[in-house]
T-cell receptor
Framework: DQQVKQNSPSLSVQEGRISILNCDYTNSMFDYFLWYKKYPAEGPTFLISISSIKDKNEDGRFTVFLNKSAKHLSLHIVPSQPGDSAVYFCAASGDSGGYQKVTFGIGTKLQVIP | KAGVTQTPRYLIKTRGQQVTLSCSPISGHRSVSWYQQTPGQGLQFLFEYFSETQRNKGNFPGRFSGRQFSNSRSEMNVSTLELGDSALYLC???????????FGSGTRLTVV
């Protein structure tokens, strides 16, 4: 039961253009959403997050948009740089028996072409 | 601050054996979570510990177990290893729950 879905396993973008990574979720109890970036042979690193009370959060080149009615969030990277090439995981957090439980998607591999 | 330290980095085991992986969280972090990463499956939640208590558990068989010590260090154990247990095992620590984790570099387990 994939409660957090990243339907695009990979994405290629030219350097300088916009990268848009998408994520859908099914559980209405999720109230906090995060994006992580992972390079090979390293653990994921936190990138940006958004609370369910907001619809947009921006941090430099990275912006996350949340559409609660559609249960959809997206990560925009503008402009894309070759160093952004990595696997991006979407994650959602919600109450599970009184504690927050985090569910990850399967990841989208982004390749930024110089 | 030192990061999250996982040992060992690589491990090769034979089917039927058991294995113990270790995780030292960031100093001051009391929550430690474990995830299994396999190709096509993303990060699958194993369990979370907070102040030595298991607070959440994923949908893994009982062969997977863990514990946390008073200094917040955590171990996970897998008994009767199967080929399908080959994966990258990631430990993540946080000050509180919610998902803003700091991950270790992982332990790559290969079962042959």
């Amino acid at each position: 039961d994939q409660q957090v879905k990243q339907n695009s396993p990979s994405l290629s973008v030219q350097e300088g253009r916009i990268s848009i990574l998408n994520c859908d979720y099914t559980n209405s109890m999720f109230d906090y959403f995060l994006w992580y970036k992972k390079y090979p042979a390293e653990g994921p690193t936190f990138l940006i997050s958004i609370s369910s009370i907001k619809d947009k959060n921006e941090d430099g080149r990275f912006t996350v948009f949340l559409n609660k009615s559609a249960k959809h969030l997206s990560l925009h990277i503008v402009p894309s740089q070759p160093g952004d090439s990595a696997v991006y995981f979407c994650a959602a957090s919600g109450d599970s028996g009184g504690y927050q439980k985090v569910t990850f998607g399967i990841g989208t591999k982004l390749q930024v072409i110089p | 601050k030192a990061g999250v330290t996982q040992t060992p980095r690589y491990l090769i085991k034979t089917r039927g054996q058991q294995v113990t992986l270790s995780c030292s969280p960031i100093s001051g972090h009391r929550s430690v979570s474990w995830y299994q990463q396999t190709p096509g499956q993303g990060l699958q939640f194993l369990f979370e510990y907070f102040s030595e208590t298991q607070r959440n558990k994923g949908n893994f068989p009982g062969r997977f177990s863990g514990r946390q010590f008073s200094n917040s260090r955590s171990e996970m154990n897998v008994s009767t290893l199967e080929l399908g247990d080959s994966a990258l095992y990631l430990c993540a620590s946080s000050e509180a729950t919610g998902g803003r984790y700091t991950f270790g570099s992982g332990t790559r387990l290969t079962v042959v």
